[in-house]
């Protein structure tokens, strides 16, 4: 077998690549001990204050408190438009006249034969005569379009003229003092409802938040065409912004109890010293102040403090995550997270 000769400059050459290697395994070796000191060691934790919302989420679309399509009941020619689009109009008040000059006619008419049938026919025909005369006055005020309710003429496509038939729709006028709207809540959410309930609801037309309460919900529920079975809550909004109309669409929060604002952070920031809960505040000047603390768990990995902390502060680590399992180490050798950690899932604030 032939032996191989090293020069002086290829042994001098390696002998520095193995200088190096073992120069770098020694600092990634001190780089992992000091990681590790300082993870059990100089962790800390904050604690925030959170709030916690007991909401159901609806959507949907609002609708005047009332509404009536401005129709015509007879045939006939327009001989009045007594209000245009955007007039505020009461109960009973004239919109539209047809021309009822032979109906007015035939009243008249009708009522010369009643004065003659009282000096000369019986009882009985002027009471038939009578009655004849109740549904030409009907015929009359058929002639006319008028307001059914207090609201505002949303639209009115009409004038002096336009020979309308009977059915002919020739606007609306809604009542907007409030509006309304019908929900989806699915079943598992319809135990949780209570007549009076606070909503919140958000608009794309609107910024800010505009308030309203659930009025009613039926005692049957019913099946969408999805599949799902849900029921119908009606929800409605007295004090509505001039810029939220009829039809606009929302989304929305039922309130089933009110918002609580809890201070929350994570367990391994509390201590336990005989019996009593504890924690160390770190100040600025980076000296720890020990406190006593109330707590309750909340959730997997956080606490509720009840007493003791006021939120804000930063708290020194009384247990190490990893020996408490919340980071497992993976077949790979790299951390994982576990527990609840704050993902994407997590709601508005750590779960109970």
């Not at 102040?289 to 502060?313: F, H, R």
Request: charged residues 25%; aromatic residues 6%; positive net charge.
């Amino acid at each position: 077998m032939k032996k191989i000769v090293l020069s002086k400059k290829q042994k001098i050459i390696a002998g520095t690549v193995i200088g190096l290697a073992v120069l770098l395994v020694a600092l990634v070796s001190a780089r992992k001990i000091v990681a590790a000191k300082n993870s059990a060691g100089n962790e800390t934790y904050t604690v925030r204050k959170e709030t916690y919302e007991n909401v159901i989420e609806i959507a949907g679309t609002v609708s005047a408190a009332k509404s009536q399509t401005l129709k015509s009941l007879n045939d006939g020619t327009v001989i009045g438009v007594y209000k245009k689009e955007g007039d505020s109009v009461k109960a009973g008040d004239l919109i539209v006249q047809l021309d009822d000059t032979e109906q007015k006619y035939n009243l008249a008419n009708l009522d010369y034969e009643i004065s003659v049938a009282r000096q000369n026919q019986t009882a009985g025909k002027i009471k038939l005569m009578q009655t004849q005369r109740e549904a030409l006055v009907r015929k009359i005020a058929d002639r006319k379009i008028v307001a059914t309710f207090d609201g505002i003429i949303a639209s009115l496509d009409v004038a002096t003229g336009d020979y309308l038939e009977a059915k002919d729709s020739i606007g609306s006028l809604v009542d907007t003092s409030y509006l309304t709207a019908d929900v989806e809540v699915a079943e598992t959410d319809v135990s949780k409802l209570r007549a009076g309930q606070k909503v919140d609801f958000t608009f794309p037309a609107y910024k800010g938040n505009v308030e309203g309460y659930l009025v009613s919900f039926p005692a049957i529920g019913e099946v969408t065409s999805r599949g799902a079975t849900i029921v119908k809550a009606k929800v409605r909004i007295d004090d509505v912004p001039s810029a939220v109309l009829p039809n606009f669409s929302f989304t929305g929060k039922i309130q089933v109890t009110a918002p609580e604002t809890k201070l929350v952070v994570e367990r391994y920031a509390i201590g336990r010293d005989k019996g009593m809960a504890f924690a160390e505040i770190i100040g600025k000047d980076g000296k720890t102040n020990k406190v006593e603390v109330k707590v309750e768990p909340y959730g997997a990995v956080y606490v509720n403090v009840v007493e003791g902390l006021t939120g804000g502060e930063v708290l020194k680590a009384q247990s190490s995550a990893a020996k408490s399992g919340r980071m497992k180490v993976s077949s790979k050798g790299k951390s994982a997270s576990g527990g609840n950690g704050g993902g994407a899932n997590r709601p508005m604030m750590p779960p109970f």
